[in-house]
């Protein structure tokens, strides 16, 4: 059993049963392995959430070209996108403090550097990372959550889409 099939099997469990059922014995009953073969790849229940989450927010970034906002947007466009696809993930990353995974950091620090390139500098930079990190993970939970996500195919969230175009004008004011 390669590390890549207990991940994709994880994300599998997680996004067709959710947070609460997502447990290391459940994984390992669908893997038919015992459960210290998930532990001895991952280092216990926060390595393997963290490296579910590199895999799923590994692609996520901001498109090539075009003003530090439309690379914001984007770039909040394509991580909303995978949280829609995978809410139970996001779930466990917020009831588990100490498991930041290095994408989501990789993402913070880009929004953050993208606000700089904008203009904005110190409280006010943090400021609105916090409102759009904020908005993106409530927006994306609160739609998957309404049960317009089945975790199997990403969503068009038009709402959301039109909320950040509106969030983002504010941001140069």
């Given amino acids: 059993m390669s590390r ?9 469990l997680l996004d067709r049963k959710g947070a609460d059922a ?3 014995r459940a994984l390992a009953e669908r893997l038919s392995v015992n459960p210290m073969t998930i532990h ?3 280092g216990g229940r926060d ?9 799923a927010y590994a692609q996520v970034a901001a498109p090539e070209g075009g ?15 995978q949280v829609l696809r995978h809410p139970g993930l996001t779930l466990l990353i ?13 993402i913070t620090n ?3 550097a993208l606000l700089a390139e904008a203009g904005l500098s110190g409280r006010r930079a943090q400021l609105w990372r916090d409102i759009l990190v904020d908005f993106t ?4 939970l609160a739609t998957a959550m309404n049960g317009r996500g089945s975790g199997s195919e990403p969503l068009e969230d038009q709402g959301f889409s039109m909320a950040l175009q509106e969030l983002s004008t504010s941001l140069t004011r």
Wanted: with cysteine; net charge negative.
């Fill in 110 to 112: 880009e929004i953050s």
């Fill in 67 to 81: 003003t530090p906002i439309d690379c914001i947007r984007g770039l909040l466009e394509a991580y909303h996108a």
């Fill in 22 to 24: 997502f447990t290391m």
């Fill in 40 to 42: 001895h790849h991952f």
């Fill in 137 to 140: 993970h409530g927006a994306a």
């Fill in 94 to 106: 917020f009831r588990r403090p100490g498991v930041f995974p290095q994408q989501a950091e990789r």
């Fill in 4 to 12: 890549e099939e207990m991940l994709g099997a994880g994300l599998d």
């Fill in 47 to 55: 390595g393997l959430i963290a490296a579910m989450s590199e895999v």
